[in-house]
């Protein structure tokens, strides 16, 4: 069976995209016996796979805990591989990437990100920025130029790498949505469980619950949406706010410090939460596919989001969804209070955002797609 080396320097318990992605497909991948090398967060393995952790340092950016390289380590297991399969240009990834290409070892990379647009996000410091964009912006091209085949989650983003000048041959995987996990709350089990999670978080039983679930980080912007609830706190207080993901402290405590919003960090069962919302915001400044919004659209949640990455693809404005202009708190606000007045508005974006995610979300075309990409070296 051929032997596939994982590269990824996000993995769980550390959830997000490229987690989820993680955790969803390597169990469906019964041609290839996998190897995962990546950062020890801690107690969580995927099934179907072996699994190197490397202890991380502490050195962070944003929200990011950087891994220890240990390049002998990552060199044997490249050695040991038929295929490389990278899902970071971090410390791992880019370490896998290098003893790939020493090796003659083929190399895929899954862009989940566009990583020039990304990390700036990810400080405050207006210097740093623009310095840690041209550096990643350089880095990225020079490293996709290098790799055998490139996956994206869309093909916007395969024009993206094509308008930057990167010249390795894409193709097109959209990522997947687990189903019989995140569904209607009408279609769910846990009835009485999602019925608490509301009562803790509404003030009475017909108010609105507006929730995220994600990283916590500075590109999520989630600024934009703490401005939009105070704006609506000074005309009407029948909704509350959760917040669900982990990352910077400072985020969470300036949500905490607001009467109206309540958070928790990343949750074993956050389906249970989204289908607990009664809308899902966005505010994100960039993305891919923001796995999140999908999750929350197969959950039959109005959505309002930003139009970022693949986003303004699958979501068709006042028909699914609402798309509002980034950063712009004031139209997120008028069209969070357009929808706390009409419940049927918001059950029949709910109910076509619903249908779209169950048609376009499917983990199990996901893998077949990369099966037959990674498939096609042999």
Request: proline share 4%; glycine share 4%; charged share 25%.
């Amino acid at each position: 069976m051929t032997r596939l080396l994982i590269a990824t320097d996000n993995y769980p318990p550390r959830w997000d995209g490229i987690s989820r992605f993680l955790s969803e497909v390597i169990p469906r991948l019964d041609d290839f016996h996998p190897t995962v090398i990546c950062p020890d967060y801690g107690e969580h393995e995927v099934d179907n796979a072996e699994h190197i952790k490397l202890a991380t340092t502490d050195m962070t950016f944003g929200d990011y805990q950087f891994a220890h390289p240990e390049f002998s380590l990552i060199k044997d297991q490249v050695k040991q591989s038929d295929i490389v399969f990278g899902q970071s240009i971090g410390t791992i990834g880019s370490v896998a990437g290098h003893y790939a290409r020493k090796t003659n070892t083929p190399l895929t990379h899954y862009t989940h990100t566009i990583e020039w647009q990304l990390v700036p996000k990810a400080t405050e410091q207006n210097l740093l920025k623009r310095l840690s964009q041209a550096m990643t912006r350089k880095y990225a091209k020079w490293y996709y130029n290098r790799c055998d085949k490139l996956v994206t989650p869309s093909r916007n983003i395969s024009e993206t790498l094509h308008y930057e000048g990167i010249q390795t041959k894409t193709y097109v995987a959209p990522l997947g949505v687990n189903h019989e996990a995140f569904k209607p709350r009408a279609d769910h089990e846990e009835t009485r469980l999602i019925e608490s999670i509301r009562r803790k978080y509404l003030d009475e039983e017909d108010h609105t619950l507006i929730g995220y679930h994600g990283r916590l980080a500075r590109e999520k912007d989630l600024m934009t949406l703490l401005r939009a609830v105070k704006r609506l706190r000074k005309r009407r207080d029948d909704f509350s706010v959760l917040i669900i993901g982990d990352g910077l402290q400072s985020i969470r405590s300036t949500f905490e410090q607001d009467p109206a919003c309540h958070t928790l960090p990343a949750q074993e069962n956050v389906e249970d939460y989204v289908a607990a919302f009664d809308i899902f915001v966005t505010s994100t400044l960039t993305e891919t596919t923001s796995l999140s919004t999908a999750e929350a659209m197969a959950c039959g949640n109005a959505v309002i989001a930003t139009p970022a990455g693949y986003i303004k693809d699958y979501i068709d404005h006042a028909d699914n969804g609402l798309l509002f202009d980034k950063q712009d708190n004031y139209m997120l606000s008028e069209y969070l209070s357009t929808l706390l007045d009409d419940p049927e508005e918001r059950q029949r974006l709910g109910s076509n955002a619903h249908e779209t995610a169950t048609d376009i979300f499917q983990w199990e075309k996901t893998a077949t797609k990369i099966q037959a990409i990674l498939n096609d070296y042999a």
